[in-house]
Each structure stands twice: as C-alpha cells, then as structure tokens.
C-alpha cells in the first residue's frame, strides 16, 4: 500500500487541464468500493451525500467525529487516494480549521474541499478571513509532511442566481482566486458556474486549477475539458440518484 504523501502526489498529478479528473463522489464504504470497481484513481467524499447517508442536514450539522470515522474506515477498505470534503472547516477560527485538518490527516485524508461561505448559510466569509483559514490548512498539512490538494471552494456562483452570472461573478470568484492562491491553495472549485463562456473565461485567468461541479445545465467532459478545467465533480448527484433508484426499486418490488 502507497504511503498518504505518495498518495498525496498521485492524487495532485491527476488534476491536468484539457484532461480533468472526474470525482464520482461517495458517501460511505459501500459507494467508496462500488466507485472503485469502476477503476477510478482516486475518491472524493461530497459532503451533502455523507450527511444525508447518516440522517443529517448539509451544514456541518454531521458531528467532525463521524466525518473522520468515516475517513478512516474509507482509506482503511480502499486503496486509493482519497480527498475529503471539509465543508467550511468545522471551526470558528484559523486555528480550528487547522486542527480539523490535521485529524483528517491523521485519518488518512490527502486532499481537502474547503468552502468560503459560514456553514448552512449563503453568506461569504471575508476573502482576506478565508485566505487565513486555507493558510492554516496548508500549514497543517505541511507539518504532517504530506503535499495535500488544497481545493479551495469559492460560493460567489451559488448565492447569485444562474440566471444573473455574468463578468461581476467572473471578477468577484478570480478575486478570490488569487488570495487564496497566495494563501496556498492548489484549486477553486467554482460549483454553480455552468455556463461555457464564463467557464471559459474564468479557467483562462484563474491561478489556480479549475474544478466544475457537473450538472444537467454544465458542458459535457469533452467541452469542459476543452475549456481548460482541470477537475470534475458529480457532488450530490451521485448520492440522489442511487437513493431514487432504491426507491423505484422498492416501489417495483410492491407490484
């Protein structure tokens, strides 16, 4: 088995513009091995689906102890890369954020999502506030001696309207972009942002690599690919849709 910074390294190799890792996203250990089977390089939690799996609302409402119960019983039944979504950080300052990640660390995480938006709301942390808290990250992440992949998750798509993004939102998220850079952060994950033009837009002047949440509403993988993103992710979706086919399922079996 890989060591967690070996790990950490296969996992940031993956992540090419023009050739984006696809994240099918999990929720438990069962999902983590179906994906698996698939013969995917690498796993990634979404927070939505881990929270609902276990009776929870998004939010951070999901204990920290059971998140990192379920990093560690993860990357104890799959041997893969696996990146974790921390949601805000699961602290009220820097110096939470860091001991969060550290843990995870410790469970066997190698890549982190952290969102800029207080946990549950649509209400965006301060960008110099947030560049602290993804610099205390790093700084975990380097005292554990593993080169995790930072994801730095910006809300600016989410809590404006789709039919409202244009040039602001474009503006406002490479804003962001750039100080969480500088903060250390190795990707943006803009969820929301769906339309090719901006997408295009933004992947060419951001400095960090780009990740797309996958929608019914985003370009396919060839056309994000196209665009320069370097990164996919399925978020919920996976998780909806496995429990509407349990409930199809169910609703068959009664006939």
Known sequence: MASFPAYAETFRALHQPGDPLVLTNIW??????????????????????????????????????????????????????????????????????????????????????????LPGTAILRDPTEQAARYAAARRAAEEAGVPVFLNARTDVFFVTPADLHGPDQVAEALARARIYADAGADGIFVPGLADAGLIEAFTKASPLLVNIMATDHTPPRAVLAALGVARISHGANPYRQAMAFLTERAHANQA
């Open 28 to 117: 438990d250990v069962g999902s983590a091995k179906a994906v698996a089977a698939a013969g995917v390089p690498a796993l990634a939690t979404g927070s939505w689906g881990v929270a609902a799996a276990q009776g929870f609302s998004d939010g951070e409402a999901l204990p920290l102890d059971a998140v990192l119960a379920l990093v560690r019983s993860i990357t104890a039944a799959v041997p893969l890369p696996l990146t974790v979504d921390l949601e805000s950080g699961y602290g009220k300052t820097a110096g939470e954020v860091h001991e969060t990640v550290a843990q995870a660390l410790a469970a066997g995480a190698i890549g982190f999502n952290l969102e800029d938006s």
